[in-house]
């Protein structure tokens, strides 16, 4: 979606709008190229369709367009391929009110705010600040932070998996459960559909120990029609044992797990996680080689299978 078309209106591209409007040209591209990664690990993990694949999996790869070298950041791009970068001067067409909700090809926040980032530096760099101060206010979108009140960021704390620092990530989550209150004002923002919600009961995982161990509960996941199920399904546990933000080690099925993630597909078979809190941080847990979760390039192989990468 080139920055031509964005009208800086708020909804543009709703029914009450023009169907050839676009309202955040970076941020809607963004969302239609997570959409044809999802279409073709759809097409490939449950229909089989190497065809969809080969079409939707390099479109979801374009994303790079929009890097810009210069800012070393995700920008806004016109159509004959410039960059519109953040700190250019926002055109007078720009609405008041389209200012102060985002900024120009961003949207429903500032750009600094959404933008995916590079790796950490050596000083802990762009991706360890978003989390620094999360966001509770409604409506609050001017900040170079992680907007965890509005859904855009909402991923954010948990890039730190794949930089090999999986303890920033318990951090930060623990840092913005506290935005969370059993009060008539106990969301953090919008709840869009539920989103905020389940946000917080995915986020609260294993965050409810004390001294002695403590079963936190069942799992129990629907697994999709198709593709490759497990030879037998039982719920899943969950157990914590200690107090703390940090996970000090976890087992799965009794053994020693050392990666930050778990497969959907484990947790559908029935496995037994339990946690290991700390009140510090084990450095070394989850940073093995290996132990990041998967990534995927345009030109991943394609995979049959739903439970594997």
Known sequence: MPFDLDTQIGNADSIYGSPEAV???????????????????FAARSLRDRSAYATFMPRSGEWRRLYDPA????????????????????????S????????????????????????EDGGGGQTQAL??????????????????????TLQTPWLYDWTGRPFRTQEAV???????????????????????SAWYVFGALASTGDSRRRRAGDLQPALPAGGDQP???????????????????????????GRPWVSYCEIAAGADLEYRL?????????TAAGAAPPSYGPRH?????????
């Open 231 to 257: 030879s037998h399904r039982r719920r899943a546990t969950l157990s914590v044992v200690g107090r703390g933000p940090y996970i000090d080690s976890l087992d799965v099925g009794g053994r020693a797990y």
């Open 131 to 152: 989390p620094a101060r999360p966001q509770r206010r409604p409506g609050g979108t001017r900040t170079d932070h992680a907007l965890l009140g509005n859904e855009p």
């Open 71 to 94: 800012s070393g950041m995700i920008e806004p791009r016109f159509e004959d391929r410039a960059f519109r970068a953040l700190t250019t001067t926002s055109p007078r067409s720009v």
């Open 174 to 196: 623990r840092r913005a459960l506290t935005l969370y209150s059993p009060t008539p004002e106990g969301y953090p923002g919008n709840d869009d559909l539920g989103t905020l």
């Open 23 to 41: 309202w955040g040209s970076a941020a809607t591209s963004l969302e239609y190229y997570v959409d044809d990664f999802a279409i073709a690990q």
């Open 278 to 286: 700390s009140t510090r941080p084990n450095r070394a847990w989850g």
């Open 96 to 119: 008041s009110r389209a200012t102060r909700r985002s900024t120009p090809g961003w949207c429903p926040g500032p750009g600094r705010a959404l933008r995916p980032h590079g790796r």
């Open 301 to 309: 192989p394609m995979s049959t299978s739903s439970c594997g990468p």
